[in-house]
């Protein structure tokens, strides 16, 4: 089973065949944490060397993220820090920000001295994160104008706080949980992937949970703009 086969197909349909992994960790003798490892590896060798655009690289470790958030693989330490470089370039220009974000972590997992200094680094990940802050603000403000759901701002909001790891903050805790629990939900998003009645019909659940949550979320996302927006001096 070639590992870069596997890549290219989770970048054009944004999802891993579990059966493909299972095959090449059989073939090779490797965990499934140690699979991912592997396929973060080759990603980021991949755009690295210009042979893989930033959104193919974004959709592949997007989908090793769905598979292993979803079947609990335990994540290895370089696997994460692909995944935070390319969510990083999610929230700032993706290549001018993931680059050295990969760059140095690669250098860091095989003991070889990185071209960036650390202080470098940490300028990227700061302008990296008030981008973030700055992104959390405006969705917070557009769920309260009611132009973005409570289901698909959750999600978003969910994802921003894996970017500032904040997943186990407080003021994130009802984002994340919405995002658990909705996600048999379908939205506009996937609708021509439905069928037409079946779609129609999930949509009074939607309505539902939405009309639900609704109070809670306006509440919550109340105290991210206080807790985020920047002060006017």
């Not at 973005?148 to 904040?166: D, E, F, T």
């Not at 996600?183 to 639900?212: G, I, S």
């Amino acid at each position: 089973m070639d590992m870069r086969r596997i890549i290219e197909s989770a970048a054009v349909n944004e999802k891993i065949d579990p059966d493909e992994v299972r095959r090449f960790c059989t073939e090779n003798g490797v965990s499934v944490s140690l699979f991912f490892d592997k396929f973060s590896e080759e990603v980021t060798s991949l755009f690295l060397n210009n042979l893989m655009s930033w959104e193919a690289g974004d959709a592949a470790i997007n989908a090793a993220s769905g598979f292993m958030t979803s079947t609990q693989i335990p994540i290895l330490d370089f696997t994460w820090e692909v995944f935070l470089a390319f969510n990083a370039g999610e929230i700032a220009p993706g290549p001018a920000i993931t680059r050295p974000l990969l760059a140095q972590a690669l250098a860091k997992s095989k003991g070889q001295p990185c071209l960036e200094t650390d202080e470098e680094i940490d300028d990227i990940r700061t302008g990296a994160s008030k981008a973030c802050m700055l992104k959390i603000v405006e969705l917070a403000k557009q769920i309260i104008a009611g132009n973005i759901g409570v289901i698909a701002g959750s999600r978003a909001l969910h994802v921003l706080a894996s970017q500032k790891a904040l997943v186990s903050d407080p003021d994130f805790d009802l984002f994340t949980g919405i995002h658990s629990e909705s996600d048999h939900l379908p939205l506009d998003d996937v609708k021509t992937l439905w069928d037409p009645a079946a779609f129609q019909k999930k949509q009074l659940e939607v309505k539902r949970f939405e009309d639900l949550w609704r109070p809670r979320v306006i509440d919550a996302c109340r105290r991210l703009i206080h807790r985020f927006e920047p002060r006017k001096t």
